[in-house]
């Protein structure tokens, strides 16, 4: 079993639906949950984290994690073409004192106009 | 200055090359990785410096060589490299909680 397993897609939505990308794993130990989002071609960009359960909202993007259920999850509101992209979660240990780093597989995003 | 520059952009390189990819960042970040990506994979972690020192190298084979000759540079060395190194290389940096990346320098081996 993979530590962190992400649904790759892709998914395609109609702009100004909501979208919800999700991520489960199997660690926990894993203490901060993150959101990238990658174009293609380009690096990943950090979009959120968070540390503890519940909601983080920054915008259009809302970020839920839910540490008994081991599963966490990015919504994005009115949803914009822009936002095609390929998402990864990503959640860091603590592990020989730096913060080490597994991604999820990615989940492919296209929002159709 | 909020990014991490990656240069060059492209490059192919035979199998016989030496060659050199380069990342920069003014952030003030202590820590400075690299991580290689093959298309529609996420990326895998090379080599971790933490003040200048390396700290982490997975397991990569000996073609690849990293550098950290000061605190905002971030060099990768290049030599022999098979046609399956051919990848996005990236490089990021942290202080703390999450990192930047650069754009990556995109590698072609023939």
């Known amino acids: 079993q993979k530590e962190v397993e992400q649904d790759p897609g892709p998914l395609s939505v109609p702009e100004g639906a909501i979208v919800s990308l999700n991520c489960t794993y199997s660690?926990?130990?894993?203490?901060?949950f993150m959101w990238y989002r990658q174009y293609s071609r380009k690096g990943p960009e950090l979009l959120m984290y968070t540390y503890s359960s519940g909601n983080k909202e920054d915008g259009r993007f809302t970020a839920q994690v839910d540490k008994s259920s081991k599963y966490i999850s990015l919504f994005i509101r009115d949803s914009q073409p822009s936002d095609s992209a390929t998402y990864l979660c990503?959640?860091?240990?603590?592990?020989?004192?730096?913060?080490?780093?597994?991604f999820g597989t990615g989940t492919k995003l296209q929002v159709i106009p | 200055d909020t990014e991490v520059t990656q240069t060059p952009k492209h490059l192919v390189m035979g199998m016989t090359n030496k060659k050199s990819l380069k990342c920069e960042q003014h952030m003030g970040h202590r820590a400075m990785y690299w991580y290689k990506q093959k298309a529609k994979k996420p990326p895998e972690l090379m080599f971790v410096?933490?003040?200048?020192?390396?700290?982490i190298n997975e397991s990569v084979p000996s073609r690849f060589s990293p550098e950290c000759p000061n605190s905002s540079l971030l060099n990768l060395h290049l030599h022999a490299l098979q046609p399956e190194d051919s990848a996005l290389y990236l490089c990021?940096?942290?202080?703390?909680?999450?990192?930047?990346f650069g754009s990556g320098t995109r590698l072609t081996v023939v």
């Open positions: 990503a959640m860091t240990l603590n592990s020989g004192g730096y913060q080490k780093v597994t």
């Open positions: 660690n926990s130990a894993f203490q901060y």
């Open positions: 990021a940096s942290t202080q703390g909680v999450g990192y930047t």
């Open positions: 410096y933490s003040y200048e020192k390396l700290s």
